[in-house]
């Protein structure tokens, strides 16, 4: 597996259609990938790629935001971590929301270093860097 932010399409569109794939996310994806990609114009994107497209991660601000198709999941730790370790070089911290009926991201949120920090109605917020921010 390998970390690339110049195949940003591909990202984009793998992310996109895992967001599709995970139940906790679906029934809020009110948008296509055409406005999904405007939408992260402006932000760091790195991809996962294996063969093709595995997932990816962007960030706006400090919140990061992963998404892995499912065939992937499990394989793309290492390569997530380097994409984290990256976007903290400029940051204090990071900020990951997970949906509170998603346990595999909340596991893997958890497995990443993030710490749980709040929970807003059914969006639980963690923190992987600095301390008493939020």
Known sequence: MMLDSTRRDEALEAGYNAMLETPSIANRVSFTLDEFKEGCRDFDVYGFFDEEPAGMVFLDKNHAHIAILNKYQGKCGKVIKQALSIFLENRDYLIADVH???????????????????RNDDILTYI???KNVL
């Not at 509170?100 to 709040?118: H, P, T």
């Open 100 to 118: 509170k009926d998603n346990g595999k991201a909340i596991k893997f949120v958890k497995k990443l270093g993030f710490k749980f920090k709040e």
């Open 128 to 130: 992987l860097g600095g």
